[in-house]
């Protein structure tokens, strides 16, 4: 029984004193350099990772129409959404070993979210960390397959702290925001700071960020994309033999009465390129049209492959560069208000406009009038008793 104890406490020693003479050299190496910016060479950088990418879905796919997002407002050539965002999740993992515990508090709504965790290492051979993602956004459904442009308007407020008690304790702690339009991501790290032992025995950093930025993503017409902005904040503490250290991470606002929220995207910005309406066809009448009657009505179809809603330009006249008699014009038929003449040829042509600089015009299109008609009367006597009258139109021949 005391041999296996003597065992089990050169095991425990062993570990420890690895510890702390690992400790010790990169004490040694800040002192000799002086700089804290060198202690990235010699202890890992905690690099938060992001939780994983949600799934990209098709058009036909169950329920989706339930969380597709409405814009606010759209501008010229582009979509702006705002809160209560339909995205939101609050994510968390925990990883320790020895004599350590992790914990956290917090959650997220539509409009923001708020944490607060802690990692604490020691006395004794162990190590914690805890990680937080608080995300936000929206599902969007591509309209047409191109290049998208995604603006991210987003704001985080908090602070980190730490604390050890020797040399043989080491804290660390991180925040940072990862940007996703579909499976692409971005990651800017807005704090990175650590403790080395006995250079920083203590710490305490406060932040308030906005952020400004785009993502440009193909989308193909039809397909969901997740459009996310994620918080992850994560504290990191080391303890060996009597040393032990406390880390701990705010996503929250410390001068709000109670916890304030510290996490907040508070506007995307969606632009793709503006395409042309396609060219008016299939004109009625038709072109080359003979015998069309004085009283005409232009019908024409024009489709957009963005789906903005078009107006429309009229051209028409007896020149084969007619004038233009209507503008802005909504309905894909048009009734021309006079009578036009007889045997007489007519040229017209549409052009579409989507509202945002885009424009087509169809290929100038002619039709023939028909002769004029004289109606006559026909009278036939029947055995001087009765009489039979006939109304017929006549072509008149010039």
Known sequence: MKKAFVVLLCIFLSLNLSISANAVIIKKQIIKNNSIGNSVEWVEKLRIKAPPIKPIYSLGSIGLSKKIQEPAFSTCGSLVYEPPWSVYDFEDEEDKWGIADASF??????????????????????????????????????PVTDTYTVYFDYSVKGWVRGEITGIDACVSSEVALFFRVGPIEKREDILYQQTIPLVYPDYEHFFNEKRKLKITAEMYEGNCYYIEAIAGIKARAVGALLDSGNSYGHLDDKNQD???????????????????????????????????????????????????ELKFDIYFGKNNDPPKIKSDYNSTTFCIPESLDYETYYYWRIVAKDGKGGSSSSEIWSFKTRKEKTRCTLVFPFFDKFVKTFNIDIWNEK
């Open 105 to 142: 508090e917090g959650n997220t709504d539509a409009y923001q979210g708020w944490t607060n965790v802690i990692a604490a290492g020691g006395p004794g051979a162990g190590e914690a960390s805890m990680t937080i993602w608080i995300s936000h956004g929206l599902l969007f459904q591509a």
């Open 258 to 308: 109670g916890w304030g929220y510290g996490a907040a995207l508070n506007s995307v910005r969606i632009e793709w390129p503006n395409h042309a309406p396609d060219k008016p066809f299939n004109p009625q009448p038709v072109d080359g049209a003979i015998d069309v009657d004085v009283d005409v009505e232009l019908n024409w179809d024009c489709y957009d492959p963005d789906n903005d």
